[in-house]
């Protein structure tokens, strides 16, 4: 039973990181809701076949005493889960768009019933699988391609034609990247990807193993700078702190945090070179934060910075911190704290309806809705993936050439369509796994927290982003592979090494 569920999870796996990741329709003229149908295919299918195996099972074994032992085994992000999923089914009970809300409507085509079946694919994968080789190598291997992919579209290269004809020419061509589709879905896939990544780069102990994750986080990092999308470095922040939290106490992860601050460097200084080789027709004209640490040499100077500290701390001698960690993570988090709120009183200053591309407007005019709902509304909601719907039939809400379907922040989207106990479930799914982390009584494996660091890149570029089909299909993987564990993952120097021992890697406490 246990085998054939690892390799249906396995095949699960595959399915989201391989076939929804690369999937299109039509080329890029209905990209979401290609995502959407491949998501609503693939979880409808492998629910299925888990809901057989656990069946087959129940009737050959004591199911009552089977299922009070799992009840009893429910960890906090378990219980998170449970009630986000069950959350937004109350929200679509009380919905004035009962069918919208359980089915989906043109905000990302999830609704209450995407939101149960991921759940439910969360508990049958995390409890028949380990974060071990197989996922990772499988993120490793389409990422990669996703993130060249991209780079070669932002440079004009359209190795599959897919930008032809496309309504709005060059200016709208380059608003896709490879099979991911807008900035937006690269914004949450990149987070996640080379958040984890970075993590297992600082844990590596092999050499080869170091390049691999290397040459990924390289790809990545141009990616989330030729992406265009302020809201990937959101998703960079959280993720450079998670990696600092997990380095500092050991000073060969320290090392490896600064090569990780070199080949972030390094990716800057290549898509100005490829700005430079390039004519102005050819590469996307950058805007936002890319464009401002692409312009001048500052980012030269940091790079060589780094190079200095990475090979400073190679040559000298220097004590050991581990005894300090504890104190050392306090601080990193206070760091991380004071800079996330002067970042947030420096974007405060220029605020208004046109901020990010008219994001100010829609989270002004959408806290506006939601102090115009009623008692049963601020409770409950619109209905999940509703969004859209109240903001179309609003005639207060008037945005000229636009047709909004999400409120570009999670937060602000989830209070509208969920109301308040929908936004405290929703809260209680990102603190449940970073509570999780901070108590925990053992020591974490690189896995984990690689996992862990995806979550909390995913949760930063949400404050300006909208749930999307691949990305949320790809959180709850994520999730899974939390609550899973598993030991760390090591690239050999032969792809069939990678079958071989595993070895441990973990954060102290």
């Known amino acids: 039973m246990k085998q054939q569920c690892s390799m249906i999870s396995a095949l699960y796996i595959l399915s989201i990181l391989v076939f929804e990741v690369f999937y299109v329709d039509n080329a890029y003229f209905n990209i979401m809701e290609a995502k959407a149908m491949m998501l609503r295919i693939i979880t409808a299918a492998f629910i299925v076949l888990f809901l057989v195996m656990i069946l087959t099972f129940a009737f050959r074994e004591n199911a009552a005493k089977s299922l009070k032992k799992k009840i009893s085994q429910l960890d ?5 889960v449970i009630i986000f999923a069950a959350v937004s089914v109350i929200s679509c009970i ?3 768009y009962p069918s919208e809300a359980m089915s989906g409507s043109r905000g990302w085509g999830g609704g209450a019933w995407m939101y149960v079946c991921l759940a439910l694919l969360y508990f049958f994968v995390s409890r028949s699988i380990k974060a071990g080789r197989g996922f ?22 359209d190795l599959f034609g897919m930008h032809e004809g496309i309504y709005g020419g060059k200016s709208a061509a380059l608003c896709y990247l490879s099979s991911i589709g807008n900035s937006n879905s690269m914004a949450g896939y990149a987070s996640m990807l080379t958040a984890a990544a970075g993590v297992l780069f600082v844990a590596a102990e092999k050499k080869s193993s170091r390049i691999a994750y290397g040459v990924f986080l390289f790809l990545g990092y141009t990616c989330c700078v030729v992406a265009n999308c302020d809201g990937v470095y959101l998703g960079l922040a959280a993720a450079a702190f998670c990696m600092t939290f ?26 100005r070179l490829l700005r430079l080789v390039s004519t102005r027709e050819k590469f996307v004209d ?20 780094f190079l200095a500290a990475y090979i400073a701390i190679s040559i000298v001698k220097l004590p ?3 005894r300090f960690a504890k104190w050392l993570r306090v601080g990193t988090a206070a760091v991380f704290v004071i800079a996330a709120v002067g970042a947030a009183l420096c974007a405060a200053r220029d605020f208004g309806d046109e901020w990010g591309s008219f994001r100010g407007y829609i989270w002004r005019r959408s806290a506006e809705m939601f102090s115009e709902l009623d008692i049963k509304g601020k409770i409950f909601g619109v209905g999940p993936d509703c969004f859209g719907i109240l903001f179309a039939s609003d005639p207060k809400a008037t945005l000229p050439g636009a047709i909004v379907l999400n409120a570009h922040n999670e937060w602000l989207q989830y209070l509208i369509t969920t109301g308040i106990v929908g936004t405290a479930a929703y809260a209680f799914m990102w603190a449940a796994p970073a509570c999780d982390a901070l108590f925990i009584r053992k020591k974490m494996s ?30 709850f993987l994520f999730l899974s592979m939390y609550r899973a564990g598993g030991e760390l993952f090591e690239m050999d120097r032969s792809v069939l090494d990678v079958f071989g021992r595993e070895t441990v890697g973990t954060v102290e406490k």
């Open 136 to 157: 990772f190598l499988t993120m490793l291997v389409s990422g990669s391609v996703i993130f060249l992919w991209s780079i070669l579209n932002m440079c004009s290269v």
């Open 76 to 80: 906090i992000v378990d219980y998170a």
């Open 246 to 271: 997990y380095a500092v106490g050991s000073m060969k992860r320290i090392r490896a945090l600064v090569m990780e601050g070199v080949i972030f460097s390094a990716a800057v200084c290549f898509v």
């Open 94 to 96: 009380f919905s004035d």
């Open 446 to 475: 690189a896995p984990r927290a690689a996992v862990l660091a995806a979550v909390a890149a995913y949760a930063a570029q949400a404050v300006v982003n909208n749930p999307q089909p691949l990305c949320m299909s790809v959180l």
């Open 320 to 322: 050991d911190f581990s």
């Open 286 to 305: 950058l805007t936002g934060v890319s464009a401002y640490i692409c312009e001048g040499n500052l980012f030269v100077v940091i790079l060589l910075v």
